[in-house]
């Protein structure tokens, strides 16, 4: 028995909820069970009761509202809890064709991947504009370095994962979950791939970035901060060994002018060589001590996962 649950972040989605559970498929090949569960992320209409009148099965209610991660996570939470063996993510403004989440489903149900992730066609989006797309590419690039992967649609929201990907999933920042959960998976060598996906016209402006400017904002401090999270000694190292190159080309600058016996009018360089140097070598230190701390939150990731994965397994069994 295979059981699939689409979880959809609603916050104020009364008008779009409906065109999106439409647009939900009610049965795929190799899944017995399909069911559909909404996160309320404090709306203030009536998208609860929308909800109700579709017949969608669980509702998942925050009385104020808590952004999209914790709204995302919730819904993950609570789908293990109802037993299910794959999580499809999606939006409630009917951004994604939902006829796609078949080929969302399928390399999981082969046992290709754990996590897969749908590839928008960004080039063709009309109401994305000439940066915003190449923002996307840049940023989704990015990413695949922090994450060794090769997924090039990285804040694409429309993802189907495991039951065990599921369970490993823990994400940090209150804004989005998509860019951290990706170089999370990475660095736990979750199995990931993506599938080419199609998209609706827009419904409605994004609520998650306001302007340009406020999402390279906000995507560039998840990634520097999910980077020094989970590869804090490359992290570190790359920045401490900036500053001691520098500090040692500024040495090699003060040392031939000594040899010019012009070394007295260049102390500056000598100080300032001096002051990189020592800066290099206490980042070198903290890249170390951050290791040591992410070998620490790799154990209690483990422990996590076995704790919730008991607890789930008692909740279903009990």
């Not at 940066?131 to 090039?152: E, T």
């Not at 823990?170 to 998976?185: D, F, G, P």
């Not at 951050?290 to 154990?299: P, V």
């Amino acid at each position: 028995m295979k059981k699939l649950i689409i979880q959809i972040p609603c916050y104020n989605e009364e008008e779009t909820l409906p065109k999106t559970f439409v647009d939900l498929p009610k049965q795929i090949e190799g899944i017995d069970e399909i069911e559909y569960l909404i996160i309320n992320d404090g709306s203030i209409d009536r998208t609860v009761e929308v909800a109700r009148e579709l017949g969608i099965q669980h509702i998942v209610n925050f009385k104020k509202n808590k952004g999209l991660a914790r709204a995302f996570m919730a819904g993950l939470d609570a789908c293990l809890h109802l037993n299910a063996d794959i999580i499809v993510n999606t939006d409630a403004d009917n951004q994604y064709c939902g006829a796609d989440i078949e080929k969302l489903v399928q390399p999981i149900l082969q046992g290709k991947a754990d996590l897969v992730i749908g590839e928008r066609p960004i080039d063709e989006i009309e109401h994305f504009s000439w940066r915003k797309k190449k923002l996307q590419h840049i940023g989704s690039w990015i990413v695949q370095i922090a994450s060794n992967s090769n997924i090039p649609d990285s804040t694409s929201g429309f993802r189907a994962m495991s039951r065990e990907a599921a369970l490993r999933m823990n994400v940090i920042n209150e804004q989005t979950y998509t860019l951290e959960t990706i170089i999370q998976a990475g660095r736990s060598k979750t199995a990931m791939t993506f599938v080419p996906i199609r998209t609706n016209p827009q419904t409605r402006e994004s609520r998650l970035f306001k302007s340009i400017r406020s999402y390279v904002k906000r995507s560039s401090t998840v990634i520097i901060r999910s980077f020094m999270m989970y590869k804090p000694l490359r992290f570190f190292g790359l920045l401490g060994a900036i500053f001691f190159f520098l500090g040692v080309c500024l040495g090699i600058r003060f040392l031939f002018f000594l040899l010019l016996n012009n070394g007295g009018g260049h102390i500056q360089s000598l100080i300032l060589a001096s002051i990189f140097i020592i800066i290099g070598t206490l980042v070198c230190i903290i890249s170390l001590l951050a290791d040591l701390i992410g070998a620490n939150r790799k154990l209690l990731e483990d422990i996590q996962y076995r704790i919730r994965k008991m607890e789930i397994n008692l909740n279903n069994h009990g």
